[in-house]
């Protein structure tokens, strides 16, 4: 068997650099993301929140992303470009044997909202599906 002889700081070195390398190139492909506070309620509780956004440069634009159930109390982060290039975030609660309740604000109206009152709050009064 035969060894060779390395010299482990150079490889310690070699190490180093390659995870700085890498980190500078995954921090300059990350855009920022801003955090928003969610207090969702509906009358009558147990309602199914989803969201949406929509706009032509946005990943996965226009399919509907499950946040919980109310009441929900949290936080989502949203990616800032999304946010910026959003033509609509759409809110929509639903419940079986009630009417779906939606609410709508463009990018920049949604995260003026969120960071004037510190908060999305929503609550909708869910309608009977049969007294429409």
């Known amino acids: 068997m035969r060894y060779i002889s390395v010299n482990k700081n150079k490889i310690g070195n070699?190490?180093?650099l390659a995870g700085l390398v890498l980190l500078l190139a995954l921090a300059g492909c990350s855009s920022a993301t801003k955090t928003v506070k969610l207090k969702i309620n509906s009358q009558p509780e147990?309602?199914?929140i989803v969201y949406k956004v929509s706009g032509k440069e946005i990943p996965c634009a226009g399919e509907w992303i499950y946040l919980g159930n109310t009441p929900f109390r949290g936080v989502h982060q949203f990616n800032e470009d999304d946010l910026e290039n959003a033509d609509k975030i759409t809110l929509k609660v639903?419940?079986?044997?009630?009417?779906d309740q939606i609410i709508e604000w463009d990018g920049q109206g949604f995260w003026d909202e969120a960071e004037e009152k510190g908060v999305i709050f929503w609550t909708p009064e869910l309608i009977p599906?049969?007294?429409n």
């Open 14 to 16: 070699f190490i180093a």
């Open 46 to 48: 147990g309602a199914y």
């Open 94 to 99: 639903m419940r079986h044997g009630y009417t």
């Open 129 to 131: 599906a049969n007294k």
